[in-house]
């Protein structure tokens, strides 16, 4: 007997013949895009919807929101160990990750700086990698497991990593978000997020990269 997934967007229906890679380990899995109602279903627990933040805009394949204010709150409070992967576009100090004090920009989450992907963790930054300039979507990954912090990104080749030895955040958590957190107003695009609670390895993150790069292609988006 096999699972499949059925995802509906604003225009049409695609059915996945599989379920993602290590969805039994994921907490969150989002497709944005199409409408409000079809961008916060979790697609790993079907019980906790995202709430919304501020006024997300919704295209085919993707939702655009600005940083400081509009995202999506996943009620999902996950510690280390976790990894973190989004598919996004533009440039944004704060793209997703679990805010603290957001008014103080003290948060641990992912960065797209237009030229670098980067790890923050209890407000600095703890790991950094070389990505692309240009505007189109590409998947981004953070993992941390108590003891290393790594930020990954992948070229439409190969996973691209940089790591740093990082011991545990002593800070409470808070909700996984995407955006409505930095106090920026910097808007980018975001087709997918996932959050889990504990560190995949290198080689889990790519297969979950090959079956959204290919899923999204499905629903208009093309991933670096």
Known sequence: MSLSL????????KYVSSLPPYITLAKAFYLFGGSQAE???NYANSALPATVL??????????????????????????????????????????CGNWYNPSANNANLIQNTG????????????????APTSSGFKMLAATHDNTTASIHYHNGTSL??????????TKSPTAFRVGAGFADAQ???????MTFQTALTGAQITEIYTYLK?????????VL
């Open 160 to 169: 691209v990593t940089n790591s740093a030895a990082y011991g545990a955040s």
């Open 187 to 193: 808007v980018f695009r975001v087709a997918a997020a």
């Open 115 to 130: 030229t670098t992907a980067r790890l923050a963790l209890d407000s600095n930054i703890r790991a950094t990698v070389t």
């Open 54 to 95: 501020g006024t997300p805009t919704y295209s085919t394949g993707y939702a655009s929101v600005t940083a400081s204010t509009d995202g999506f709150d996943s009620g999902v409070y996950n510690t280390s160990p976790f990894t973190h992967i989004v598919i996004v576009a533009d440039s944004s100090n704060g793209v």
């Open 39 to 41: 961008s916060v279903k």
């Open 6 to 13: 059925k995802i509906s967007d604003a225009t049409f229906t």
């Open 214 to 222: 290919a899923l999204l292609s499905t629903r208009g988006i093309t």
